[in-house]
Structures are given as C-alpha cells and as structure tokens.
C-alpha cells in the first residue's frame, strides 16, 4: 500500500512539472518559495506591508504593476535581466531595486542595478 502511495504521489509531482514546462508556465520570480510567472502576479502574493521578491531567471515581464501607499517592496534581481517593452511601474509606496540585475525597456534608457 505505501510502494502504491508513494508511485501515484511521484506520478502526479511528474505531471504538474510537466504541466508547466508543456504549456510555457514560468518560474520567473519567488515570494517566500512560491513561484510566479509574472512580477505583478509575485507582488498579488505579498500580503503584507512589506515583502521581497526575488527574480529566478532572465525573463521577458510586460505585466504593469501598482505599488500601493505604506506597502515596501523590494525586488531583489538576483544578478538576472528583466526586458520590459515600456514603463511598468506605478510606485505609490516604496520599491526598492537591488541584486546586481539588470531591467532593459526598448522605449527607456537600460538601467543597470
């Protein structure tokens, strides 16, 4: 009965792996060991005043992202490049950028972390 248990739990660990590398799901940022594709779905998952999150890999991210008033967030870019095709932050609270990344906009000056 556990040999069974312990085959169907690596079958169903093989499948969602699979899962996200069939249908393009990307690790790109981290809160907290979660995993999310995009920065604004990693900010929807910090919860309180303030969090960080920490880019995984170099990664294309056009999602627009509001910092909220009072709420601290600090994306560290762990030595990773972000490419954006425009402006995409809105900061009414506090970001703080660091981790020797780099974060590319085609219509904005690179800026080096």
């Known amino acids: 009965m556990k040999k069974s248990k312990l085959i169907f739990s690596i079958i169903i660990f093989t499948i969602l792996f699979s899962f996200q590398t069939v249908f393009g799901i990307e690790?790109?940022?981290s809160v907290n060991g979660s995993y999310y594709e995009t920065l604004a779905s990693a900010y929807?998952?910090?919860k309180e005043q303030s969090g960080t999150i920490k880019v995984e890999k170099d990664n294309i991210d056009n999602s627009?992202?509001?910092?909220a008033s009072g709420k601290t967030i600090t994306l560290n870019t762990n030595g990773k490049t972000i490419t954006r095709?425009?402006?995409?932050?809105?900061?009414k609270g506090n970001f703080i950028v660091n981790g020797n990344g780099t974060i590319q906009t085609?219509?904005?000056?690179t800026n080096t972390i």
């Open 27 to 29: 690790n790109n940022y």
């Open 44 to 46: 929807s998952a910090i």
């Open 64 to 67: 627009k992202l509001t910092i």
């Open 85 to 91: 095709k425009s402006n995409w932050i809105i900061n």
């Open 106 to 109: 085609e219509h904005i000056n």
